[in-house]
T-cell receptor, first 113, second 112 residues
Framework: EAQVTQNPRYLITVTGKKLTVTCSQNMNHEYMSWYRQDPGLGLRQIYYSMNVEVTDKGDVPEGYKVSRKEKRNFPLILESPSPNQTSLYFC????????????FGPGTRLTVL | GENVEQHPSTLSVQEGDSAVIKCTYSDSASNYFPWYKQELGKRPQLIIDIRSNVGEKKDQRIAVTLNKTAKHFSLHITETQPEDSAVYFCAADESGGQKLVFGQGTRLTINP
């Protein structure tokens, strides 16, 4: 089944404890992206990747890191999480950049205490 | 960069009536305008999209219109049904399609 998966789905952590949210797609998509969703703010892009080893900042990259060592995986890293990073996070992928449907993962609800 | 404004933030309509959600964008170079539907507790899913060389696109009860001169586009849902209740997001591309900028979302409620 073609899909985007994320893990974990739910995470409660404390300030400063490094964490990684994994994202994987099995559709051989070139483009992958991370968004955070907050009430009243819609979906805001954190980072995106147009292909392996090619990543760039979105609109809200502060406090996050990403890597794209393999085409299928695009992990989101929070080196020192803070309470303002409490949010619902979505990974998405599309065949390539520019005018292609983005397929979203199921979401990761993160709470930073 | 691109800025997308979406209105209204909430919309309540009677079942069977029509619903319209409007978005404006700032980047005249934008060429791709998708609409996503997010049901409660679920992931966003594409329901319809339109490209800049087309003024209108329709898929059964859903239609999208685009006015490039005015830089706005709208989602129209006719004969609304309870399963249309969801949050709807518009979006516009930026930087040659490298990024997708979303509107703030509209929570649509269909009253039986």
């Amino acid at each position: 089944e073609a899909q985007v998966t994320q893990n974990p789905r739910y995470l409660i952590t404390v300030t400063g404890k490094k964490l990684t949210v994994t994202c994987s797609q099995n559709m051989n998509h070139e483009y992958m992206s991370w968004y955070r969703q907050d009430p009243g703010l819609g979906l805001r892009q954190i980072y995106y990747s147009m292909n392996v080893e090619v990543t760039d900042k979105g609109d809200v990259p502060e406090g996050y890191k990403v890597s794209r060592k393999e085409k299928r995986n695009f992990p989101l890293i929070l080196e020192s999480p803070s309470p303002n990073q409490t949010s619902l996070y979505f990974c998405a992928s599309s065949l390539r950049q520019g005018g292609n449907e983005q397929f979203f993962g199921p979401g990761t609800r993160l709470t930073v205490l | 960069g691109e800025n997308v404004e979406q209105h209204p933030s909430t919309l309540s309509v009677q079942e069977g009536d029509s619903a319209v959600i409007k978005c404006t964008y700032s980047d005249s170079a934008s060429n791709y305008f998708p609409w996503y539907k997010q049901e409660l507790g679920k992931r966003p899913q594409l329901i319809i999209d339109i490209r800049s060389n087309v003024g209108e696109k329709k898929d059964q009860r859903i239609a999208v219109t685009l006015n490039k001169t005015a830089k706005h586009f709208s989602l129209h849902i006719t004969e609304t049904q309870p399963e249309d209740s969801a949050v709807y997001f518009c979006a516009a591309d930026e930087s040659g399609g490298q990024k997708l900028v979303f509107g703030q979302g509209t929570r649509l409620t269909i009253n039986p």
